[in-house]
């Protein structure tokens, strides 16, 4: 088993996740009464859902999943409720019910999964201090309970089901996994990079080393490139930036990446571009990108930034009409992917035309 769990977060961090689910399956079929091969299965389904969040293709799997993931772990604590496997497998299938129920805006359902996935992993480390993994699930538990939307938070006056963090221990939780875990070390170093995106410039700059580790460790997974590409911007790191792109692309033969990938890394070439001040290599860069199908086959948070550049492009060119129907679909997008860079960017476009340096 352990070798088979191993097997599947290798292939996870290497962005290979059908692999990692037929090592799901294995694991289901070899140990039928133990939940471990449906949490694997959780773990790699949230992985891929964080890419795409609209994307509803792995909901029906998922709650299938965790179903019996459920009623497996719910057996086992029955039968031994000093059994810390039990409470571990609930708590990291709880974690994923959470998660999903979120996104499709369950928020009772993801407020009643969130406080017993926060109980049942707080239970495992009771029963067993030393499976530092858990801490993981947790740790992000207590983040995001800590981190709830306002409207959301509105409701903890009059109703129980609303988590509660701990931000005293949720980004330390995380960082002890990345020194101490055995299974999700390089899994946790991306989530706590992420996390510590949101912070000062201390955290920024921690975040951006634990990206370009990751990107050198598992040059195959694009979205620790892609993130890694967009940290950098974000951080005014413009020629950086390019440099990361310029590799990412050039390795598009030697990594099997798809024409999406590659449109996603212009997309943030051509924005570089933009923040530089080189209209005529962001126009350049921006129009290599296949227009007709990027709003469909990007995921959900590249398409407001693709039609915001197309709109900001658009000013450049003085075609204002179609700069403004752009904005326009960018504000209309705030729903399913609600970024504020992006809709302030947006409203200001629809106020005055885009101009390098505004």
Known sequence: MKNLKQEATSYRLNGEYLAASRVSDELQHSFPEDGVGYTVSLNTLTT????DTNETVFDKTFKEDASRALDLCQARIKTDPEDYRGYYHCGQAYFALTYLHALRGNYYRSGTSGTRAIEHLEKTLTLNPELIDAKMH???????ADHLPPFVK?????????PTGNSDKSLPYVKEVVDKGEYFQDVAKYLYADLL???????????????????????????FALRHISLLLERDLDLQALQAADEFISSKDQYNRDIVDVYLARLWVARAYLRIGSAEKAVSEFEMIDQSSSSSSFPSWARS?????????????????????????VIKMHA???????????????????????
Not at 138 to 144: C, D, K, W
Not at 157 to 162: A, E, M, T, V
Request: proline share 2%.
């Open 138 to 144: 947790l740790g992000v538990a207590y983040y995001y």
């Open 336 to 358: 399913d992917y609600g970024s504020n860079e992006i809709l302030t960017a947006a409203k200001e476009g629809l106020k005055a035309p885009y101009s390098l340096g505004n």
């Open 197 to 223: 995106i949101d912070g000062d410039d201390d955290d920024r700059l921690l975040a951006t080393t634990l990206l370009t580790e990751l990107v050198d460790t598992y040059p195959r997974n694009r979205r």
């Open 48 to 51: 891929r859902l964080s890419w």
């Open 305 to 329: 930034w693709f039609e915001l550049t197309r709109a900001q492009v658009s000013d450049l060119q003085n075609q204002r009409a179609l700069a403004v129907r752009s904005y326009n679909q």
């Open 154 to 162: 509105a409701f903890s006056r009059f109703f129980w089901f609303i």
